[in-house]
């Protein structure tokens, strides 16, 4: 670089070849960004606040960028498993949450899932619409069980339930009536330890569907 630039345009010429990413001050602006809101620009801990040099944003991009700081477009139509699950917010959230249906389970209940306990999946709008159920339990944390004190699932063409081994105390009943009902891998039990004398008068019953009209 000639120190000592004889014209306008031989200073302009020093400026463009010798300017670099370092030299220039970059502040993001995110008009629709909300203190609650999750961007690319939080993930990745780029100050709105205060500049930072191109080369830091560039190198964030291009060196550190993956799915877990790429956020899901929440008012897209998204499928029950990342609508009804609000704890999904990135791309990287969203792959754990389907795989965890292991492809074969319209819903996962359990720690991680998209319903930490049976009692919320059998109150949403997911159960209450569906005509095939299928759910994977996964465990609760700290070998507690999941636990049902009175249902009555009808009105379905199936029922499938997959426990992985897990555990499911019954403390009053659980009624089951469809057309197809399948039950793997589930301990159940109707007695809870922890009540006085250890006794339970919980019930199962598993039965066809009445109404054989579903589809």
Do not use: W
Request: proline share 4%; glycine share 10%.
């Amino acid at each position: 670089m000639d120190p000592r630039p004889t014209t306008v345009q031989n200073a302009i010429d020093n400026l463009a070849d010798n300017l670099h990413s370092e030299d220039i001050k970059y502040k993001p602006n995110c008009p629709g960004e909300t203190p609650t809101s999750t961007s690319v620009r939080s993930k990745l801990g780029i100050s709105k606040t205060s500049f930072s040099r191109i080369n830091q944003v560039l190198n964030k991009l291009l060196c550190d960028f993956n799915a877990t700081h790429l956020p899901i477009d929440r008012s897209a139509d998204l499928c029950n498993t990342l609508k009804e699950n609000s704890g999904v917010k990135t791309v990287q959230d969203a792959i754990n949450a389907v795989c965890r249906n292991r492809g074969t389970c319209s819903v996962t209940v359990g720690k991680g899932g998209v319903y930490a306990t049976l009692e919320k999946f059998f109150e949403s709008a997911e159960y209450k619409k569906a005509t095939h159920i299928s759910i994977c339990l996964l465990p609760r944390g700290k070998g507690a069980p999941h636990t049902i004190d009175g249902q009555e699932v009808s009105g379905k063409h199936s029922f499938s339930m997959t426990g992985n081994g897990n555990k499911i105390l019954i403390r009053k009943k659980l009624v089951v009536k469809a057309i197809h009902i399948h039950l793997s891998g589930i301990r159940f039990s109707a007695v809870d330890k922890d009540s006085e004398g250890g006794r339970g008068t919980g019930t199962i019953t598993l039965g066809p569907c009445t109404d054989r009209g579903q589809g």
